[in-house]
């Protein structure tokens, strides 16, 4: 329990204890009796009478209103620390204070479905993302696939056409097949256009607060599990060029990783780490179960996955693809049952890579 603090007691008991005191004074003069000639028993029982009214009344506040509001601190200290699980224990009084701990149990339900909705959100929107870009890699390979024997077929039907005499019935024919060609070529367009991922909004920015949020959101994953998450930053970090809400997402996801490789208890390390004033890396670290030897080559291959039927095998490949959007580059090191670490390289300074053409 919290130390009590009885400075605002005092501001409530001291005022009343004077005015009792400077009334029993003035009923001793009602008496007759003066003070300041005679100190008597009276005059000592009313004092006595003051100090223990004064105390009866400091006994009640602190009771009755000293320790809701420290125990209320203690739970704003905890909701601060990420805990939305807190409750007070006197939402049950039938008076101010109780209705005060009403609101704030209500408030604190509010705010825990709030998180639990944005997190839903937020799972939702990265299997989109996720399933968008692997779209976009479908759909790339699909137009090069198809476009490069299509480009043939057409020659040849352009050839056969110039052959044929000009009464041929297979004119038309030649004719039909160019323009149907031509339609799977816009349709192999359109795909392209509507799967290709979005290209990344650099900007000058702080990644040290990118990183911080990232933290913090997968720190409320973990709050009834015994796993640490600690974050060191880089003081005096200039700006570096990135977009925050991507780069946040990659980070997210290896935060998640590290989460669900931690069988038990364990701990994640999240670093910023400056390089020569031209690159900057984030190193993500846990002693969870390890990737093997055999696998970590092909982590950053879509739908690659050593989850099992509980994963998809997208995540890493997106983040690799918008970490490469920025210039820069991640890799992993690991070792079976001692951990894994991954870092994220990214220029201070950088315009995001060119879009890959588009096959023709």
Not at 141 to 150: F, Y
Not at 188 to 196: F, K, P
Not at 200 to 217: G, W, Y
């Amino acid at each position: 329990m919290l130390p009590i603090r009885l400075r605002w007691l005092w501001k409530v008991v001291l005022p009343i204890a004077v005015v009792l005191m400077i009334g029993g004074i003035s009923f001793l003069y009602i008496l007759g009796i003066d003070p300041r000639l005679q100190v008597n028993a009276t005059l000592i029982m009313i004092f006595a009478g003051v100090v223990l009214a004064s105390g009866a009344l400091l006994a009640v506040l602190a009771m009755q209103v000293q320790r809701p509001l420290a125990e209320l601190e203690e739970k704003i200290a905890r909701m601060r620390d990420g805990d939305l699980t807190v409750s007070v224990s006197f939402a049950d009084r039938g008076d101010e204070i109780g209705a005060l701990g009403r609101d704030f149990n209500e408030m604190v339900r509010q705010i825990r479905q709030g998180r639990e909705e944005i997190q839903r959100l937020h799972r939702t929107q990265m299997s989109r993302a996720e399933h968008f870009a692997t779209l976009g890699e479908v759909a790339t390979g699909l137009a090069h696939e198809v476009r490069n024997p299509l480009a043939g077929i057409a020659g040849f039907i352009n050839v056969l056409g110039t052959e044929l005499p000009d009464d041929s019935q297979l004119k038309a024919v030649i004719g039909d097949v160019e323009h149907e060609i031509q339609q799977i070529n816009r349709i192999l367009s359109d795909l392209l256009e509507t799967a290709r991922p979005k290209p990344p909004s650099i900007r000058p920015a702080d990644l040290n607060h990118t990183v911080e949020h990232a933290v913090a959101l997968a720190r409320q994953q973990v709050l009834s599990k015994p796993i640490e998450i600690s974050f060191i930053r880089t003081e005096g970090l200039p700006l570096v060029d990135h977009d925050p809400d991507q780069i946040h997402q990659v980070l997210l996801n290896l935060l998640l990783n590290s989460i669900q490789a931690i069988e038990r208890s364990g701990n994640v390390r999240v670093e910023v780490q400056a390089h020569g004033g031209d690159s900057v890396d984030v190193v993500i670290s846990d002693n969870g179960r390890g990737i093997p030897p055999e696998a970590l080559p092909n982590i950053f291959r879509p739908f690659f996955t050593t989850k099992g039927k509980k994963g998809t095998g997208l995540g890493l490949s997106l983040a690799k693809r918008i970490v490469e959007q920025h210039g820069g580059s991640i890799g992993a090191e690991s070792e079976p049952g001692q951990g894994t670490r991954f870092t994220v390289n990214l220029p201070l300074h950088s315009a995001p890579a060119p879009p890959a053409a588009a096959p023709k």
